[in-house]
């Protein structure tokens, strides 16, 4: 399917099978044997979740007297909410550099300095540095992902 077709609910979907995609490795395999020293607990994920125009305030999260309530765009972790953290407000002043398109993203995990016009210098990201610290307990350390033209224009 060209991408120039895609709906945002072809796109939510895509978002969804994608989220699962981390939870697959608790499903064993046959003969598959465990890592050495592994827990029997599921193992523990990293998803982190960028959208350049940000959600509506609504859809997001929200802290009531019942706890964490969770909007439209995370409510396929209800399940799993207990164990969630949800981060927000989160000011990056480097990223009010430069042009918007390579300063908003371009520092976003790692919080390297950008310099001059945008230009992206980035160091190792927090999750790759948890890749490089955890990942030996899984078969696959980190997956990234992205959704997006291999030649994006704006």
Known sequence: MSLRFWTRRNFLRGVGVSMALPWMESVRAFAD???A?????????LAV???GNGYHREWWAQQTDQGLELGKVLQPLEPVKNSTVVVK???NAEALK???????????????PLASGGEIRS???FDQLLAQRLGHWTKVPSLVLGCEKANPSV
């Open 49 to 51: 979740l960028f959208s």
């Open 37 to 45: 020293g592994a827990n029997d607990g599921p193992p523990k994920r």
């Open 98 to 112: 430069g042009n918007i398109h390579s300063s908003q993203t371009g520092n976003l995990l790692s919080g390297a």
């Open 89 to 91: 407000g989160l000011f």
């Open 123 to 125: 160091g190792t990201s």
């Open 33 to 35: 044997d465990a890592p």
